[in-house]
């Protein structure tokens, strides 16, 4: 009898050396998964960087070939060369415009900030497609020269867009509205 209790004692301390090997490789693999978690939200964070980035200084470069032609519309008086110029000018503002890069910033920016365009929507259901990429530029803490290049529009119209959303939010200040947006 004691020899089986001595035998039991040592298989039940085996039994927790095992368990204790399988948890604190549990507690590995959890720590190893999070890492991994960690690396690829960092990564999709340095992707929305980047694409923000590269729409910004293709819009720059956009505007700084329409302020261009209308330097040349105004040098030149030829109507017909003025005519071709607006073509040109409407050509670059709809390409700043343009609702594909915006899709493709949403994703990038969903994986990043998951469920911010939800939260907000569920809080404040009166916001417009619009509204949702000044706060998401917001939520990233773009300028608003940073926000009116990527928008192709003037910081003023970004200014007056936030301010409109900020009364929309019923946030008193700008400061507030910034802060919320940055701590969703």
Request: charge should be positive; hydrophobic fraction near 40%.
């Given at each position: 009898?004691?020899?089986?209790?001595k035998?039991?004692?040592?298989?039940?301390?085996?039994?927790?050396?095992?368990r204790?090997?399988?948890?604190?490789?549990?507690?590995?693999?959890?720590e190893?998964?999070?890492?991994q978690?960690?690396?690829?939200?960092?990564?999709?964070?340095?992707q929305?960087?980047?694409?923000?980035?590269?729409?910004?200084?293709?819009?720059?470069f956009?505007?700084?070939?329409?302020q261009?032609?209308?330097e040349?519309?105004?040098?030149?008086?030829?109507?017909?060369?003025?005519?071709?110029?607006?073509?040109?000018?409407?050509?670059?503002?709809?390409?700043?415009?343009?609702?594909e890069?915006?899709?493709?910033?949403?994703?990038?920016?969903?994986?990043?900030?998951?469920?911010?365009?939800?939260?907000?929507?569920?809080?404040?259901?009166?916001?417009?497609?619009?509204?949702?990429?000044?706060?998401?530029l917001?939520?990233?803490?773009?300028?608003?020269?940073?926000?009116?290049?990527?928008?192709?529009?003037?910081?003023?119209?970004?200014?007056?867009?936030?301010?409109?959303?900020q009364?929309?939010?019923?946030?008193?200040?700008?400061?507030?509205?910034?802060r919320?947006?940055?701590?969703l």
């Open positions: 009898m004691i020899a089986q209790q035998e039991m004692i040592q298989q039940n301390e085996l039994l927790n050396e095992t204790t090997a399988l948890s604190n490789s549990e507690i590995q693999h959890l190893f998964k999070k890492n978690v960690q690396l690829e939200l960092e990564l999709r964070s340095k929305l960087t980047t694409h923000t980035l590269n729409i910004v200084q293709k819009n720059q956009l505007l700084q070939l329409s261009y032609l209308d040349l519309v105004q040098k030149h008086d030829q109507p017909d060369l003025s005519a071709e110029i607006n073509k040109l000018k409407h050509q670059i503002q709809q390409n700043i415009r343009t609702d890069k915006w899709k493709e910033f949403g994703l990038y920016f969903e994986q990043v900030h998951s469920n911010f365009y939800a939260k907000l929507k569920l809080s404040f259901p009166n916001l417009t497609a619009n509204d949702l990429k000044h706060c998401a917001v939520k990233l803490n773009l300028s608003l020269e940073e926000s009116a290049a990527l928008m192709g529009v003037s910081a003023d119209s970004v200014r007056v867009s936030r301010y409109r959303i009364k929309k939010m019923k946030l008193s200040s700008q400061a507030t509205f910034n919320y947006l940055l701590q």
